[in-house]
């Protein structure tokens, strides 16, 4: 690399896909337990096209692991991870449990999530502890019968209870929490390791540095979603070094001449990233493209996802993937299934790139997937450029 505070924006979009684990063979070392240790957290949501997005993620960095293979790495007896919130709902390693002490204390002096805590959440304690683990299925419901929101007095007990760290999932059944006395999942050792907030805010700036490479400070933020007084204390860590990144400047990403405009793990930036790229579909909660705005400074790709549109202005799809080849996101998928069928309802090349060129590694990523899933064909319905139809439905 030119200087290790100096950086063309090609140098850090390396530097990126290596941390993310989306360069080189040595990625896929130590399987999906690995894979998350190197993110720091794998968002969790309920939509379910081609596979859940947790799933997505493994399969973009480690190829056609099983997908119970991926269930079992994440929730598994003993836990080796737990669920709560980082950048999202997100599944974290279990040894990571200490440092979310600064957000279950303030849930815990808020008491409030979205809706009343309600006053029978200590029965549902006593409950958990005596006849533990359960689902909500198991105290009522989750639900009044109204719309989603509209949860039942029990499931806005478990949640808070897992927000202020009485409670932990730790395992799904049928996509359904199981929930359980935080005592009897995480680890003595880790469960007694009681942090302030600074010590907190510094171990997750570590752990979102490495994971994001390089990054710059809305980044960060973004990764753990920090606010108010927690923000400004991730602000100290980084000037202060304590946070255990250095300042890098990055060319063409924002900032004032002559000033450090970002921040880097200073182990990512130890040696050249080598490898092969993968070419994959990526989730669209994948933390290589959580922050939209980051997207578009690493990659020069503009990207929403739809599914929140109403249909009649969709531009791309319901679900639409970026496809990752090259180091660089070339193109887009809205993808579904048809009996043993994958079917791009709709694919678009970047603008400006050739199809000659991108052709191979847009097939390659959709009969990969397809394979992935147990498909054994593919079907593209519409393309942009239309030519690349015959290219890519045929094995």
Known sequence: ???????????????????????????????????????????????????????????????????????????????????????????????????????????????????????????????????????????????????????????????????????????????????????????????????????????????????????????????????GRYAEILDELLLSGAAGLVPVTVSGWPGKKGQANAWADPAALESEPRGRHRTTLLSPFDSLIWHRGRTERVFGFKYQLELYVPRHKRVHGYFTMPVLAGGRLIGRVDPARDGSTLVARQLSLEPGLSTAKWADALHEALWSAAEWVGCDTVRVERADPPELLPMLSAP
């Open 1 to 227: 690399m030119t200087n290790l505070t100096d950086l063309t924006a090609d140098e850090a979009r390396r530097v990126i896909l290596r941390s993310q684990g989306l360069i080189g063979a040595d990625a896929r070392k130590g399987g999906v337990h690995a894979m998350l240790r190197r993110l720091g957290a794998v968002q969790l949501d309920t939509i379910s096209v081609l596979a859940r997005s947790h799933e997505l993620v493994a399969y973009a960095r480690l190829g056609a692991v099983g997908r119970p293979k991926v269930e079992r790495a994440y929730w598994h007896n003993p836990a080796q991870s737990f669920e709560y919130w980082c950048h999202a709902a997100c599944i974290l390693p279990i040894e990571h449990w200490p440092l979310y002490s600064f957000r279950r204390r303030a849930y815990r002096n808020r008491r409030y999530r979205w809706h009343e805590v309600p006053d029978s959440v200590d029965k549902l304690l006593d409950q958990v502890r005596e006849s533990g683990p359960l689902r909500t299925s198991d105290v009522g419901g989750a639900k009044n019968g109204g719309p989603w929101w509209d949860w039942s007095d029990s499931k806005i007990g478990l949640e808070w209870l897992l927000d202020i760290g009485e409670l932990v999932c730790s395992r799904r059944v049928g996509w359904r929490r199981v929930y359980d006395l935080a005592e009897r999942v995480v680890p003595a050792d880790v469960l007694a390791d009681d942090l302030s907030d600074e010590e907190c805010i510094v171990r997750l700036a570590r752990i979102a540095g490495r994971s994001l490479g390089v990054a710059n400070r809305t980044d960060l933020i973004d990764f753990l979603r920090l606010k």
